[in-house]
């Protein structure tokens, strides 16, 4: 396969841009790289741990001789990154990002790059960990990637970009902002909010039962500590940035939960079971269709660990 560009330039330096250095490293042998990070010690880590061929200490001079750059800071932050980067930007350098949410994304960046081929993407592949360490080649792999193109989107460069990911093992799907953003929140973004409440809540309760919230926290308490490590930063973001459909799928959620708190107060044994039974064939199905990352194996055979 011939490598779909000749130098990847990456704008933040954590968890996803350290692991899409990784995977151009891994997969596209020959490929140029370039690095830039706003702060200044993820550059001399970044730079210790030889992340690119170059790091730069600025994103436009990061940008220079690139035909891909690959936005992978917080939602909140592309905008800024990206007008920094515009003067260092070639006439037919494609961008693309790797943010959680897309419609807003994909405004900030067709306002701060005009005329530029923007095509936006989310790796749907992370883990709770950030920073310039965190990064590993086969985050991507078996994981899939939603390229959110724009109506008016040049076919050839949407193409380019498909095969990027598709050369770190995703397997890519093309969908609207819109439609993405609506999916995510229900997928992701909830999930990640209902972890945040539920720990947070658990050790407000501590303070009453001093450690038996740690003492006796089972396998489902600790899987929500997982995800309620994600970086703060990042999450704000995502919930800043996808503000109408997350609270749609609050709203719908919290009548949900309160069926589900009605059917208890009642005694309503078998609106319980079969509520628990449906989503019991939810979770099977998602094993059955070979997506079940709690497999130790799961598209990660060779990373640092970095997933619990
Ligand atoms: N963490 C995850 O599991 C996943 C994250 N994403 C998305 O990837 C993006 C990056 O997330 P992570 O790599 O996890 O975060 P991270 O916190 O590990 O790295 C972000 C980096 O961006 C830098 N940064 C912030 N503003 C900047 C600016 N204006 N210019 C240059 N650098 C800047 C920060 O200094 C930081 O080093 C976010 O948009 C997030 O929504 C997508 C899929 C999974
Ligand atoms: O670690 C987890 O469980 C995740 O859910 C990782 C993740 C976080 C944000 C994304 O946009 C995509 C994947």
Redesign the pocket.
């Known amino acids: 396969m011939t490598a779909p560009f000749r130098h990847v330039a990456v704008i933040g330096l954590g968890l996803l841009g350290g692991s899409v250095l990784h995977a151009v490293r891994a997969n596209l042998p020959g490929t140029a790289t370039s690095g830039y990070d706003a702060d200044p010690v993820v550059r001399a880590r970044a730079r210790e741990l030889g992340l690119a061929d170059t790091i730069a200490d600025s994103a436009a001079q990061a940008a220079q001789g690139a035909d891909l750059v690959v936005l992978c800071v917080p939602v909140g932050a592309m905008e800024a990154a990206a007008r920094e980067l515009a003067p260092g930007l070639a006439p037919d350098c494609i961008v693309t990002d790797v943010?959680?949410s897309k419609a807003s994304v994909a405004r900030a960046l067709a306002e701060a790059l005009p005329g530029a081929c923007v095509i936006p993407s989310?790796?749907?592949?992370?883990?709770?960990q950030s920073g310039p360490d965190a990064g590993f080649a086969t985050l991507f792999r078996n994981r899939w990637c939603i390229v959110t193109p724009p109506a008016d989107a040049d076919a050839a460069a949407v193409a380019r970009v498909v095969s990027l990911w598709e050369a770190f093992g995703a397997m890519v799907e093309m969908m609207d902002a819109e439609h993405h953003d609506m999916v995510?929140a229900v997928t992701?973004h909830l999930?990640?909010l209902i972890a945040y409440t539920i720990v947070g809540t658990a050790s407000d309760l501590e303070k009453v039962t001093e450690s038996e919230v740690i003492k006796f926290s089972a396998g489902g308490f600790r899987d929500f500590t997982?995800?309620a490590a994600?970086d703060p930063t990042?999450w704000r973001d995502?919930f800043l940035n996808n503000r109408d459909a997350v609270l749609q799928m609050l709203q719908r959620f919290t009548e949900d939960l309160t069926e589900l708190q009605k059917a208890i107060r009642k005694g309503d044994g078998q609106f319980l079971f079969d509520h628990f039974a449906r989503t019991r064939a939810i979770r099977r199905g998602i094993i059955e269709m070979g997506q079940d990352?709690a497999r130790p194996d799961f598209g990660r055979s060779d990373h640092n660990g970095a997933?619990g």
Do not use: F, N, Q, Y
């Open positions: 943010g959680s989310h790796p749907v592949a992370g883990t709770e995510l992701s999930p990640h997982r995800i994600s990042m995502v990352d997933k």
